[in-house]
């Protein structure tokens, strides 16, 4: 499976930004897709994820400010940040592993290249 993330970037406090992660490789209905957050000097944690299903998880320092979403059309899973903050500052990674979410960082066997994300205050 290869994941290939969208660019991040350099935004405001309180404004929006959506990550895209295009799959490949693999029936991606099977995946679970994912999204971790690897902040500086703090260990990459997931922050969402969603099953095939449609079925979610979130961290809950991301509930009610992040979405995770999929299109098994597009192949593409999605993340919707919003109100971001100072300390949303990171690199994002998505994710993937088969058929059941995991909350253990090593139990995701696919990663993509990581996209920076930078909040100014």
């Known amino acids: 499976v290869q994941l290939q993330a969208s660019r991040g970037g350099l935004v405001q406090a309180g404004d929006s930004l959506r990550l895209s992660c295009d799959a490949s490789?693999?029936?991606?209905?099977?995946?679970?897709m994912a999204w971790f957050q690897k902040a500086p000097g703090k260990k990459r944690e997931l922050l969402a994820a969603?099953?095939?299903?449609?079925?979610?998880y979130y961290a809950d320092s991301i509930k009610g400010r992040f979405a995770i979403s999929r299109d098994n059309i597009k192949n593409t899973a999605y993340l919707q940040m919003n109100s971001l903050k100072s300390e949303d500052t990171a690199v994002y990674y998505c994710?993937?592993?088969?058929?059941?979410?995991?909350?253990?960082?090593?139990?995701?066997?696919?990663w993509g290249q990581g996209t920076l994300v930078t909040v100014s205050s």
């Open positions: 994710a993937a592993r088969n058929f059941k979410i995991s909350t253990q960082t090593d139990r995701y066997s696919y």
């Open positions: 490789g693999r029936t991606f209905s099977s995946l679970v």
């Open positions: 969603i099953d095939m299903s449609g079925a979610t």
